[in-house]
């Protein structure tokens, strides 16, 4: 029997930075609802995430919640994310806006995620312009900070789309988190980004929306007709 509780998993490998860390411990969760963490040590990002989500399943909880050790959560990420999985039934996964360690600090949310068979190779965009407030909807999404309903899982198995290998297991020069995005929609889940969710990504400084903005600021200001960031790109 599915209860009012959040699990919040976290993939890792033997380490957390400081800030991440706290992070964890000022997050609010929304009233009624418990929290279970299952913290998961692998070398194997796919096999970390797929052990997180049948820790929850067993558990009975009605959401799945994936954080990765070099995300800084903002306090409210639970509170705003829950509430938008609660009021819109078509809306399955949420990620706040997360954005890659170096520059240009290309969104890691997408909205065209498309795989060539033959070429074994991802078509990918990432959106350059985009509202402040608000959620827009997604092909593709990083699982490095999101909330997953866990009746995406019954959706999936329903489909029989999961690979034998698991939910997450990567199609070849894609990543897990892209790969799963494919299945979760060919099963018809809405995957969307809470634009004022902003999750701080850790390099030397946690990366936010200000050093994207800095970055595109100066690129349009050049008029040159250079690509802001290339398609096809995946690395985090």
Same mark, same amino acid.
């Given at each position: 029997?599915?209860?009012?509780?959040?699990?919040?998993?976290?993939?890792?490998?033997?380490?957390?930075?400081?800030?991440?860390?706290?992070?964890?411990?000022?997050?609010?969760?929304?009233?009624?609802?418990?929290?279970?963490?299952?913290?998961?040590?692998?070398?194997?990002?796919?096999?970390?995430?797929?052990?997180?989500?049948?820790?929850?399943?067993?558990?009975?909880?009605?959401?799945?919640? @994936?954080?990765?050790?070099?995300?800084?959560?903002?306090?409210?990420?639970?509170?705003?994310?829950?509430?938008?999985?609660?009021?819109?039934?078509?809306?399955?996964?949420?990620?706040?806006?997360?954005?890659?360690?170096?520059?240009?600090?290309?969104?890691?949310?997408?909205?065209?995620?498309?795989?060539?068979?033959?070429?074994?190779?991802?078509?990918?965009?990432?959106?350059?312009?985009?509202?402040?407030?608000?959620?827009?909807?997604?092909?593709?999404?990083?699982?490095?900070?999101?909330? @997953?309903?866990?009746?995406?899982?019954? @959706?999936?198995?329903?489909?029989?789309?999961?690979?034998?290998?698991?939910?997450?297991?990567?199609?070849?020069?894609?990543?897990?988190?892209?790969?799963?995005?494919?299945?979760?929609?060919?099963?018809?889940?809405?995957?969307?980004?809470?634009?004022?969710?902003?999750?701080?990504?850790?390099?030397?400084?946690?990366?936010?929306?200000?050093?994207?903005?800095?970055?595109?600021?100066?690129?349009?200001?050049?008029?040159?007709?250079?690509?802001?960031?290339?398609?096809?790109?995946?690395?985090?």
């Amino acid at each position: 029997m599915i209860e009012n509780k959040i699990c919040i998993g976290l993939p890792h490998t033997g380490t957390f930075p400081w800030n991440t860390v706290m992070s964890l411990l000022g997050l609010k969760l929304p009233a009624g609802f418990k929290a279970v963490y299952h913290m998961v040590g692998s070398c194997l990002i796919y096999d970390a995430r797929q052990k997180i989500v049948d820790f929850a399943r067993e558990s009975n909880c009605k959401y799945i919640v @994936m954080i990765d050790s070099d995300m800084v959560v903002p306090t409210d990420f639970l509170l705003k994310s829950i509430a938008l999985l609660e009021q819109k039934e078509e809306i399955h996964v949420v990620t706040g806006t997360i954005f890659k360690r170096t520059p240009p600090f290309q969104p890691c949310f997408y909205t065209k995620v498309e795989y060539d068979m033959q070429a074994q190779k991802p078509r990918l965009e990432s959106p350059v312009e985009f509202p402040e407030k608000g959620y827009i909807q997604l092909a593709g999404l990083g699982l490095a900070c999101c909330v @997953m309903k866990s009746s995406l899982f019954d @959706m999936i198995d329903e489909k029989k789309s999961a690979h034998m290998n698991g939910y997450f297991y990567p199609l070849p020069n894609m990543g897990e988190d892209l790969t799963f995005s494919l299945i979760a929609r060919k099963c018809g889940a809405g995957l969307v980004c809470d634009l004022s969710i902003d999750v701080g990504h850790v390099s030397a400084m946690p990366i936010h929306v200000d050093h994207y903005k800095a970055c595109y600021d100066e690129w349009k200001a050049k008029k040159d007709g250079s690509l802001l960031f290339g398609e096809g790109e995946v690395s985090t």
